[in-house]
């Protein structure tokens, strides 16, 4: 577990990251990485002195199985408050099924993946720019999925929690692979749009934080 600000740290568990906030009401963790994740969770939890009971909430950015595998177990264990984009739910819940994946690829990395289960969500984000809890702004940013959310945290200059609205490789940040993109132009209008607020830090779903400026490095991405 690194820490990227006070209070602000990142797990990395494999190839997707979870990041977890220090809040006085207690653990935030922004998204749960892979199914069967949880052990890993807890472990990296108590290398900083914390535990899962102090998990108090979850947000989810998107519904992609990277990102919410571990979710369902996670809200039981620790009964924390499960937030997401009302356009994503009914795929975080089991209302509507996942489609199946296409090609050898796609069923390879599905089997490898492992199979996600529902949960129910205590809260869903409707509203552009809301405060779901108290210094985090959700900010619907589409493309990658329909219901994507990124979070922007109130604390050391701003923290953006990008999700897989964004990407970062060696400091340069980058759009999501249009393989894995539901709507790839939509998806450069919300890069666009998180270029156009002030933020000192970006975290990733994929890939390592920027620090100092890192608006900069977005609005470099926009620009080409």
Not at 82 to 99: C, M, N, Q, Y
Not at 106 to 120: Q, Y
Not at 159 to 173: H, Q, T
């Amino acid at each position: 577990m690194r820490e990227v600000v006070d209070g602000v740290f990142e797990l990395r568990l494999g190839y997707v990251n979870v990041h977890v906030v220090v809040t006085d009401d207690g653990l935030v963790l922004v998204d749960t990485g892979l199914p069967g994740r949880t052990p890993l969770i807890e472990r990296a939890l108590q290398g900083i002195r914390r535990s899962l009971g102090e998990v108090t909430t979850i947000l989810l950015t998107h519904h992609h199985p990277d990102h919410v595998g571990s979710v369902a177990e996670l809200r039981k264990r620790t009964g924390a408050r499960t937030i997401a984009h009302a356009a994503d739910a009914p795929l975080i819940t089991g209302a509507i099924p996942s489609a199946a994946p296409a090609g050898l690829i796609g069923k390879l990395a599905a089997r490898l993946m492992g199979t996600v289960e529902p949960t129910k969500l205590d809260q869903l984000v409707t509203a552009d720019g809301s405060e779901p809890i108290p210094g985090f702004t959700a900010l619907h940013t589409p493309g990658h999925t329909r219901g994507h959310l990124s979070f922007l945290l109130d604390r050391d200059g701003g923290v953006l929690f990008a999700g897989d609205a964004a990407g970062s490789r060696r400091g340069r940040v980058a759009s999501p692979p249009r393989v894995v993109t539901a709507d790839p132009v939509q998806a450069g209008h919300s890069l666009a749009r998180l270029a156009e607020l002030e933020f000192e830090h970006a975290v990733f779903g994929h890939g390592r934080a920027v620090s100092g400026m890192a608006v900069e490095a977005f609005r470099k991405a926009v620009a080409g």
